[in-house]
């Protein structure tokens, strides 16, 4: 039996078991994986990161769901990693890179009297080609209020990829985000015919002209209280649709409030909002 250290931590209640796995070889199995992240028989979180060297940038991200499935990006957890790569000396600088599957993303902390307050990444340029998204739709270039059908349920339905692959919907007149049923459609939409590498699914209502509601169902995860990419799709959705007026929107989210800058002009995603260190610990492996 083996014993790893971990930080627990989170962005908005999205939490993740943070490992550094920067020195020696640690590698973790599947089934490992899924324990660590049951709350029953372990540590209980929506996801697990170890933190590696990388050739490219300062650390490289190695992010699993907990169904111990790999995950391409993860905005809250990449933001987790910061904190964490900050507090235990990992980076030297406020401003860094983390290497993940989705490429290289930049990231700026953001202290008071020595304490992290604020985190904001570069998520990257927002990807609309269905092929590169990936979503097996024919014939267009975007996939924008495009219809489906699922169990006589019709559903307009906007594709995006932030590094991994999104499926927003925008609530119709005089449906309430909080009654939708989300672990039904959710997990049915996840695992819709045209998603061949699945789909996040964020069902959204437009609060106002500068700010959004959002539920999400993550990918290999299920309702989550927050996801970052998540946060970012709804956002860039919300402004290429005109459904918002401005540039730097809000979105609430069950476990907290995160903030989306997305100019088409620049044309770079920014995510940032607080990450909370819940605490560190032993596991035995």
């Known amino acids: 039996m083996k014993k790893i250290k971990f930080s627990k931590l989170n962005g908005q209640g999205n939490d993740f078991i943070i490992v550094n796995a920067t020195t020696g070889r640690l590698d973790l199995s599947k089934i490992q994986i899924i324990k660590m992240c049951n709350k029953n ?11 590696r060297p990388s050739e490219v940038s300062d650390l490289k ?13 993860c905005g809250n957890g990449i933001r987790c990693i910061a904190r ?3 507090e235990n000396n990992l980076i030297k600088s406020k401003n860094i890179s983390i290497e993940t599957l989705a490429g290289i ?19 990257g340029i927002p990807e609309f080609r269905p092929e590169n998204i990936p979503v097996n739709i024919k014939n267009k270039t975007e996939v924008f209020n495009h219809k489906i059908s699922i169990d006589s349920k019709k559903f307009f339905i906007n594709c995006i990829s932030m590094g991994n692959p999104h499926c927003v919907i925008f609530l119709q007149e005089g449906e309430d985000i909080n009654t939708i049923p ?25 609060k106002n002209d500068r700010e959004l509601n959002m539920r999400v169902w993550e990918r290999g995860i299920g309702e989550t209280l927050a996801c970052g990419t998540g946060a970012c799709a709804a956002a860039v959705c919300a402004i290429k649709l005109k459904k918002v007026k401005g540039n730097n929107i809000i979105v609430n989210l069950m476990g907290g409030k ?28």
């Open 41 to 51: 028989y372990g540590v209980g979180a929506d996801g697990l990161i170890l933190v």
């Open 61 to 73: 991200m190695e992010y699993y769901n907990n169904d111990g499935s790999i995950a391409e990006m």
């Open 84 to 86: 964490f790569a900050y």
């Open 105 to 123: 993303k930049k990231i700026s902390i953001d202290t008071r009297d020595n304490e992290v307050v604020n985190i904001k990444v570069n998520m």
């Open 182 to 206: 989300l672990s039904k459609w959710g997990f049915k939409l996840e695992n819709y015919k045209i998603f061949p590498n699945k789909t996040n699914v964020e069902f959204v209502q437009i």
């Open 258 to 285: 995160l903030n989306v800058i997305w100019d088409p002009l620049i044309p770079d995603v920014f995510l940032e909002g607080r990450v909370d260190h819940n605490f560190d610990g032993e596991y035995f492996i």
